[in-house]
């Protein structure tokens, strides 16, 4: 009984001396991030850079793609906005997304994979259909060209839906106020 006490007190001493000051000390460079996104990986889309990127529980980058967001600046508000949304939300579905088309109203039609081969949906109050997803216009990449979702090219998307799972924290970023 007392070496299973002695054990038991040297267990204690190592998780509060040693792994839990660890956990706090964050020091990535999205080290800001890791109290909301919790103890396992997570994603911070930036708007203002155009970077999408996949941070470690430390806050350290695992793998940054360019993106495209939204045409307008500011979050989203109503359906139609242009806008990307803001704050902090979840991937609650990963859907294979190739063959379904899009019309972007452009005057060419629905556009055949027009999601490239992933769809990750993000949980967005009052919006369903918002979400990271791969293009068939790679050009649009490091643009603001979307009508509200995160575009990656379809080689990154499907990087990324393989290194995430249902329930990743997806951060997105504000636009500046004075840009819009």
Known sequence: MKQLTSLYRSLLVLLFAVVLPMAAKAQGPFAQYVKVAGSAPFIVADKPTLKLTLVDAEGNIIKQYGM????????????????TPEGTFKINELLYAKGIPHDFGDGKGPIKDAYGPWFLRLDVPGFRDIGIHGTPFPESIGTRATEGCIRLNNEDIVDLKNRVRLGTVVIITADPADSY
Do not use: I, L
């Open 68 to 83: 495209a967001c939204s045409v307008k600046y500011g979050p989203k508000e109503v359906r139609g906005d242009n806008k």
